[in-house]
C-alpha cells in the first residue's frame, strides 16, 4: 500500500512545473556551491600549506643567533582548511587562520575572513551547509505544504477515503514519496562531492570518508524531520494557505530568528569580556608574575637562591649551568599558567555559549545539524579551540627548546651576544602540524545534536502514529 | 460471522440457488448463511441477508440543522436505488453516511450487514464511490489514477487490465495514457466507473453523477450502471434526472427535508406518474 502512495506522490511532484523549475534552481546552487567550495577550500588549503613551509624555511634559515633570540623570532601556525569544510565553513570566517607563535607571549589567532570581508559577509557564504540547511527545507515546505490541503480541497482526499485507507498510511506515504524526491536532489550532489574529494584529495582517507558519510545521514535525517513536520501541518490545516503560511513561520523562526536569539540570549547570559579587559587582566597577572628579563624581581631572587642551594653554590657564576635560561623558563612557565587561567576563563565562556546553542536544537533541529555539520566539516568552535591549544603546545615546547639550550649551552660569563645556535638546533624543532580529530571524538563531544535530532523524530514518529488518524478525509 | 464465510468462496449449487430464486444475472454465489448439523451442511436463505445496503432509522443533525429524519432503506444485489431529491433534501448526507464520512446522530448504516461506523475498513472494501465531481489527479494518466485508487482499495491492477476496464467503461483508448487534467467531465465520470469495476465492490454510491454530463455522455454512463446492476452489485445513486432515475433505477426513493417521502418500484411507475408524484412532493415541500 505504502509503494503506491510513495509511486503517486512521487510522480506527482516530479511531473510539477513550479517543482521542476525550483528543483532546478536549486540543483543548479547545489552544484555551483559544491564546484566553487571545493575548489576555495583547495587553493586556501594549498596557500596554508605554502605559508607553513615558507615560514618554516624562515625559521630554519633565520640564521645563527642566540636561542632566546630565535624564541622570539618565532614562528607561525596556520590552521590548515579541513578537507569537509568547503561544505560548511561554518565559523572559518570569524576564527582566523594564523597565529604568531614567540616567547613570552599566546597570541590570539588572527586574519579571519570577516575580518577582510564587507557586512555581505554576515548573510552567508553560499555553501553545500548553507543550502542543505536553509534551501532545502524551504523546497521541502514547497514540495509538502499542500499535500494534504490541496487533496482535500480538490476531493481527492474523499476519494483515497473511500478506498477504506487509513490516514496513518496516507501520511506515511506522502512522508516517504515527498523524501524519496529531496533525496533524488540530495545524493547526486553528495555523490558529486564525494567525486571531489576522491579526485582532488591526496589526504582522503577512511576518516574523512567515515565524516562524509556521517555528515551525509545527519542531513538525511534533518530533511525527514522537515519532511514529516510539513506533511502533518498539512494534513492539520484547514487549507493550503493555511498550511504554507504555518510552515513558513515556521521556518523563519527556526533558521532565521531562533539562533541569531540565542546566540543574543548566550551573550547575555555567559558575557565575554571586551578584548581590552581580558588583554588588561593579562597584563596585570604576567606584572605580578616572574620576570626572566628583569634581575632585581623579587621572586627571581627567590629562585635564584633555590637554584643557588640546589646546586650548593653561592653564585650564578659557579653553576654547571646557565641561570639566564632558567630565569627565562621560570617567567615563561608563570605566563603560560596566566594565559592558560585567563584563555580557559574566556574558552569556558564560549564553550558555556556553545552549550546553550546545542541544549537548543531540543526545541530548534536547525541548531541541532548546524552543530553537528560544522563539528563534522572541522569548521566549529571546538576545532578552534583544538588548534589553537595545539599551536600553544607547540610554541611551548619550542619556547622550552630554546630556554633549555640557553641553559646547557650558554656558559656562564659568555655575553649574550657571544653565544649563538645554528640551523642544527633550529631542524631540531618539528615543523608545526595538526591533525583534525577523529569521528568518534566529533560525534562524542556533538552528542546533544545528535539526540536532539533523535528527539525530534521520535516525537514526529508519536505524532504521526498517535494523531495521524484525526486527520479529516473530508 | 456470515460475511466471514460469504469471503472464503462457497460451492457452485449454492450460487446457482441465489442466481435461479434471488437475483438473477446476480454474480454473487453465497447469499445464505451456513450451518453443519449432524454432517449435512445446510443453507439457511434469509430475505435479510440479501440485503447489501441499509439504514436502520438513520438521523443527522448538523448543530440545530436535521439535516437526515429516521431513514430507513434498503437497497439488495442488483438492484438500483435511486434517491431524488431538492438540493438539502438530504441524499449527499445519505451518501456521506454509507461512506462513513460523517457519524450518524442516531440510527445505523450497514454494509452486507456491517455496521459502518463500527467497521469502517471493512465497510469500505464492499463499497465504490463516485462523487458529483470526480476528483482525479490531474498530472496523472487515466490509467495511473485508476492503479492508484484501485491499489488503495486492495485490488493492485496492471496496465493491460486497467486498460481494458478503461476501454470497457467507454474511455478511448488513446485517452487512456493521457493526462486527467485533459479530460471532461464525462471522461473522469469514466474513470470513476473503472475504478468501481476494478475493486469488484459489491456496492456502488453515486452522489449525482450524471450532473453536468451531455445527454450522450449521460446514457453512456447509465447504460455502464445498468451492466454492473446486472452483475448483482446493489447500487445507490442520487439525482436530479427524473428520466434517468426512472430508466435506470430498480428502485426510486423521493426524498424532502431528510425524510424519505416515498420508495416506490421502477416499473410500478409511468414517468408522467413519478414527474407528478414528484412536483407534489416539492410542492408539499414548499408549503409545509
Redesign the interface.
Known amino acids: 500500500m505504502l509503494k503506491i502512495i510513495i509511486k503517486k506522490e512521487f510522480l506527482s511532484s516530479v511531473r510539477d512545473v513550479r517543482l521542476q523549475v525550483s528543483a532546478a534552481i536549486l540543483l543548479s546552487l547545489m552544484i555551483t556551491a559544491v564546484l566553487v567550495g571545493k575548489e576555495g577550500q583547495r587553493q586556501i588549503q594549498k596557500q596554508r600549506e605554502a605559508a607553513q613551509s615558507a615560514m618554516y624555511d624562515q625559521w630554519l634559515n633565520q640564521g645563527n643567533k642566540h636561542p632566546h633570540s630565535a624564541a622570539h623570532f618565532g614562528q607561525f601556525a596556520f590552521k590548515p582548511k579541513p578537507i569537509l569544510s568547503f561544505l560548511d565553513v561554518g565559523l572559518d570566517h570569524y576564527t582566523g587562520v594564523s597565529v604568531f607563535l614567540e616567547a613570552h607571549k599566546q597570541n590570539e589567532v588572527l586574519f579571519s575572513g570577516a575580518q577582510d570581508s564587507n557586512g555581505m559577509t554576515r548573510f552567508g557564504e553560499l555553501t553545500g551547509a548553507l543550502i542543505f540547511q536553509l534551501l532545502l527545507p524551504l523546497l521541502i515546505i514547497f514540495l509538502a505544504f499542500n499535500t494534504f490541503t490541496k487533496e482535500r480541497e480538490e476531493g481527492t482526499l474523499k476519494m483515497i477515503h473511500a478506498q477504506g485507507l487509513s490516514m496513518r498510511t496516507l501520511l506515511m506515504g506522502k512522508v516517504w514519496g515527498i523524501y524519496l524526491m529531496v533525496l533524488l536532489l540530495f545524493i547526486p550532489i553528495i555523490f558529486l562531492a564525494y567525486l571531489l574529494l576522491d579526485r582532488q584529495s591526496s589526504s582522503l582517507d577512511t576518516e574523512v570518508t567515515v565524516k562524509f558519510l556521517s555528515l551525509t545521514g545527519l542531513y538525511s535525517l534533518y530533511f525527514l524531520l522537515f519532511v514529516m513536520m510539513a506533511v502533518l501541518i498539512s494534513g492539520f490545516s484547514k487549507n493550503s494557505g493555511f498550511s504554507l503560511l504555518t510552515l513558513l513561520g515556521i521556518w523563519i523562526v527556526a533558521c532565521i530568528i531562533l539562533p541569531k536569539a540565542t546566540t543574543n540570549f548566550a551573550g547575555k547570559l555567559y558575557p565575554t569580556p571586551s578584548q581590552f579587559e581580558f588583554r588588561q587582566a593579562i597584563k596585570e597577572k604576567v606584572k605580578n608574575g616572574i620576570d626572566g628579563h628583569n634581575p632585581s624581581d623579587a621572586r627571581l631572587a627567590t629562585l635564584k637562591q633555590q637554584v643557588l642551594d640546589e646546586y650548593g653554590v653561592s653564585t650564578v657564576e659557579e653553576l654547571p649551568v646557565n641561570w639566564g635560561g632558567i630565569a627565562m623558563q621560570a617567567g615563561e612557565e608563570y605566563t603560560d599558567d596566566v594565559y592558560d587561567q585567563e584563555f580557559s576563563k574566556i574558552e569556558q565562556i564560549f564553550k558555556q555559549q556553545n552549550r546553550l546553542s546545542e541544549w537548543m536544537g531540543f526545541i530548534d533541529p536547525y541548531l541541532a545539524i548546524r552543530h553537528l555539520s560544522m563539528g563534522l566539516a572541522g569548521t566549529d568552535f571546538n576545532h578552534h579551540v583544538l588548534f589553537a591549544r595545539k599551536a600553544e603546545n607547540y610554541r611551548r615546547a619550542f619556547v622550552k627548546k630554546m630556554n633549555k639550550d640557553m641553559e646547557l649551552n650558554h656558559k656562564p660569563g659568555v655575553a649574550y651576544a657571544d653565544y649563538n645556535a645554528d640551523k642544527d638546533m633550529w631542524a631540531q624543532v618539528e615543523p608545526f602540524e595538526y591533525h583534525l580529530p577523529d569521528t568518534v571524538s566529533i560525534l562524542r563531544d556533538q552528542w546533544r545534536g545528535m539526540a536532539a535530532l533523535a528527539f525530534w523524530l521520535i516525537i514526529l514518529l508519536i505524532i504521526s502514529v498517535k494523531y495521524s488518524n484525526r486527520i479529516s478525509g473530508l | 460471522m456470515f460475511f466471514t464465510a460469504y469471503e472464503r468462496g462457497h460451492p457452485a449449487f449454492l450460487s446457482k440457488i441465489h442466481q435461479k430464486y434471488f437475483c438473477p444475472g446476480s454474480r454473487i454465489s453465497f447469499p445464505g448463511k451456513f450451518i453443519k448439523i449432524a454432517g449435512f451442511r445446510l443453507i439457511i436463505l434469509s430475505k435479510t441477508i440479501f440485503i447489501m445496503l441499509e439504514a436502520v432509522r438513520l438521523s443527522k443533525t448538523f448543530d440545530k440543522h436535521e439535516a437526515l429524519k429516521s431513514l430507513n432503506l434498503k437497497v439488495s444485489p442488483g438492484e438500483l436505488f435511486c434517491l431524488l431529491g431538492a438540493n438539502g433534501a438530504g441524499k449527499t448526507t445519505t451518501i456521506n453516511l454509507f461512506?462513513g464520512?460523517?457519524e450518524p446522530t442516531l440510527g445505523e448504516v450497514k454494509i452486507n450487514g456491517l455496521d459502518v461506523t463500527r467497521h469502517?475498513?471493512e465497510?469500505?472494501?464492499r463499497?465504490?464511490?463516485i462523487?458529483e465531481?470526480?476528483?482525479?489527479?490531474g498530472?496523472?494518466t487515466g490509467m495511473?489514477n485508476l492503479?492508484?485508487?484501485a491499489?488503495?482499495?486492495?485490488t493492485?491492477t496492471d496496465k493491460a487490465t486497467a486498460t481494458q476496464l478503461l476501454t470497457e467503461a467507454g474511455l478511448q483508448k488513446e485517452a487512456v495514457i493521457k493526462r486527467v487534467s485533459q479530460y471532461s467531465k464525462g471522461m473522469r465520470q469514466k474513470v470513476g466507473i473503472a475504478i468501481a469495476k476494478a475493486?469488484n465492490a459489491e456496492n456502488l454510491l453515486l452522489d449525482e453523477p450524471t450532473s453536468g454530463l451531455d445527454p450522450e455522455a449521460s446514457n453512456d454512463f447509465a447504460q455502464l450502471l445498468m451492466s454492473m446492476r446486472e452483475n448483482g452489485v446493489a447500487i445507490l445513486m442520487t439525482t436530479h434526472d427524473l428520466f434517468r432515475a426512472k430508466a435506470s433505477g430498480t428502485h426510486i426513493g423521493i426524498m424532502k427535508s431528510g425524510e424519505l417521502i416515498h420508495t416506490l418500484k421502477s416499473s410500478d411507475i409511468s414517468l408522467n406518474e413519478l414527474e407528478r408524484l414528484y412536483l407534489e412532493t416539492m410542492k408539499s415541500t414548499v408549503y409545509a
Do not use: D
Open positions: 461512506m464520512f460523517i469502517a475498513k465497510t469500505k472494501k463499497l465504490a464511490y462523487p465531481n470526480l476528483n482525479l489527479y498530472n496523472l495511473e492503479q492508484f485508487f491499489g488503495l482499495g486492495g493492485p475493486k
